[in-house]
């Protein structure tokens, strides 16, 4: 069998580096958020980054259960008392698309509005113009906006504040604010939501595209730990109760 | 069907609290690890166990495809390209008794050498000698000890060494190192691995035996999020190939 | 790296060799329960087991969403519209000892039993009666009996039933059976359940208590992929909400 | 919260129905893959169609640990030895487009084909030719050809075979034969996989293309369960090592 390579952690006998720093160098004096970061992109964040990092996972921690991926993390603790990794592991499941991972999308929109106004010559509010008139036409939902619980989101605003405040805001900040006032012109009002707010902050620091579904992971599973907890600390097994309603074929016999 | 209740999150429509904490109050002024333990105890944590509880998260992080959880989520991203959370998710469900979760054993170990000293009035040390001689009796492997790639590991002296310093150490530190003395006298040197220090840490600051398991995996995802981020970034689909050798019956004819 | 080892396929470039078996062969004149036999076991089975076999796959095919497996693939369906296999495996992660996994523990209550009669020289009744009165001493439940759902299970006379018929009963059936009046005689009438109707029956067949687990997610996922077809074809992502009633500390204020 | 609503199992307290049919009676006198085909289907199958499907699940039930999803399974099994389902459930998370639902995107493949043969009235080799040209100038591979270790596959003739015999071959069988000759003729001779030939089958028997993932995974889990099972007989915890070379950044000091 060929070997694996990888660029990220190395050991001896006696050491460990994760992307060549030593580990018991890193406990000491870095912060989780930063090794986070160094391990995703290859070097340690700027203060600004580690900061802005550091609030997108405790955004991204725990929603409640109305999140499919708590609700399935709780699910599986009730039928699967004796592994608490398939309890949490089933959570991570849930995040997709639709759940926890548009920031993917988000970050791939972005990417496409900001690079047709550099191609075009035309600014990003016009960019942003023009992708949402492109979506309306095709009938396609634009990623990133509006939010099934709330009207305001509020971890949106400290967000792009906190951005701004550390001079890391750039195109993507700029763009996905265009496009929520070209929807807001062309559509409804329908306010940038917390999958739309991190993609915004991790195109500005440099990520690709899948940062935003993998460091929404990253933050998640502080509150599926803790929801797996509570979950045995405070419920009996197989506590939970469907109402399904049957609405297919009545009783027949078998041929 | 019932409602399910849960004092982790509660939100409305422009609202959401962690434990009663606005979160972007906790964005702001909070820090990722400090948020982990919020959830987990419903309390913040002091400085020093914030300290310690980074420490442990980045301890946990990563440790090259040599462990299971993160061959298994290579392996996942190697046949399922569609799905991020798929190839995470998977990472987690190789963690377990035997891979990253020994530390909820040496929890209750700890717990019961600590009780036994309480119950009986004798030394933590006396206590850990009786727990090496009733193992070594049963044939029983205590959790803790001896890691399959370090002579020494990096990780353990530095989160002892933090937790003193920082003043969180107490039974747990102490029972752990006195089981390890005991081990050394009657058996063989066996030194305290990731988990057993690990496990003292969280002992001291007050965690259920669980979060031995479930903080670890907090740490963990921040190491396969990156992993699979490699994968995809520079390996084909599919690339994995495993030498089999059978050992089972020659071909015969169907009766 | 050293050889993995295995006794179940063997491939060449042209041939399959399933338990030395040429896959067109088996394709072509033998059953998928066979074949499911054939792998776990090593040999096909007699007609009565094969018969035995897929009506226990069949019981365990589903039972709508008030199964956690089942509520939990159509949940991460619900999130994560880009992986088919992500809902279907994570249904199966929720099956454990609580849900659809108690048949194992029930073939290893059986086979106590059974060698208590045996090592004793008492009958499967009287050892039934021990088992039962010790139970209750010990304040311990035993796995196998009653249904949240069902007061009779229609799959448990037609699994005894067909064991008797082909031959196969012996003294799973016996000490299911035999516990099942014990329990009633000092407890209270509680029928045997599908996990313990097909545990008796796996026991008798010669398999090991793993297999209880195993086996009913052979056929759970007949179910499971059915159920997240469904979801796909006739619901919304995200359609799913729980009503989540928050218990924990009010607003508070960071320190 | 909203009911759940479901035209596959209905029951009370003494009766289950999968499609109207009463369990009792299909564990009685049905196949499990009949079962199978009734859940997703809605009907009972043909006998044609029953050997079919039974043909299809044995040929996707196990191929050696060479596979992703076995290799994933013995994998955490290795390092979760609490919990079967997760090392079953993980084994399923590895099958995606690159391993195992290729027949999926076949299907896909086969529908095109047949729907331009129609609507162009050119005949399916024309359309075929037409796809393969198309292929080829977009720089695109086509599904369902070739494998990494078989020259010949010896699923496919079976399965081929098999279909014409009992009269269900169709626009499948007929297409990704036709699209085989067509690469032979444009490319080079790279035989229909078993992916391909499923894809053909489940086609011409009316299945949407997502079962060309679903149906693989109710035949792989027999073989999944079978190795977690021989992993757990025969093999100790955390044996697997992998051979990981680093080629990242050397040992460098801190900020």
Not at 47 to 66: M, R, T, V
Not at 183 to 202: E, I, S, Y
Not at 206 to 220: I, T
Not at 221 to 232: C, P
Request: glycine content about 10%; proline content about 5%; aromatic content about 4%.
């Amino acid at each position: 069998m060929d070997s694996w390579r990888s660029a990220l952690v190395n050991h001896n006998e006696t050491d460990i580096w994760m992307r060549g720093y030593e580990i018991g160098a890193l406990m000491k004096r870095a912060s989780f958020p930063a090794v986070v970061f160094l391990l995703h992109r290859g070097e340690l964040p700027t203060p600004g980054e580690e900061k802005l990092l550091n609030a997108i996972l405790i955004a991204s921690a725990d929603h409640n259960s109305g999140a499919p991926s708590v609700a399935t993390a709780r699910l599986v603790a009730s039928g699967n008392r004796q592994s608490l990794s398939a309890a949490v592991g089933a959570g991570m499941l849930a995040i997709g698309n639709e759940h926890g991972g548009a920031g993917e999308q988000c970050m791939e929109m972005i990417g496409r509005v900001a690079k047709a106004a550099r191609d075009e010559g035309i600014s990003i509010e016009q960019a942003a113009i023009n992708a949402v008139a492109a979506a309306r036409a095709s009938g396609k939902r634009l990623p990133g906006f509006g939010h099934r619980r709330h009207t305001t989101d509020p971890r949106v605003a400290v967000m792009f504040d906190m951005a701004r405040e550390v001079g890391v805001a750039g195109d993507g900040v700029a763009t996905i604010t265009a496009i929520e006032q070209a929807l807001a012109a062309a559509v409804k009002a329908l306010p940038t939501n917390v999958d739309g707010a991190l993609a915004a902050l991790l195109y500005d620091m440099g990520f690709p595209p899948s940062a935003g579904k993998l460091l929404f992971m990253v933050g998640r599973v502080a509150g599926l730990t803790a929801e797996v907890a509570e979950e045995h600390a405070r419920e009996k097994p197989m506590r939970i109760k469907f109402p399904v309603v049957y609405d297919g074929v009545p009783p027949r016999e078998l041929p």
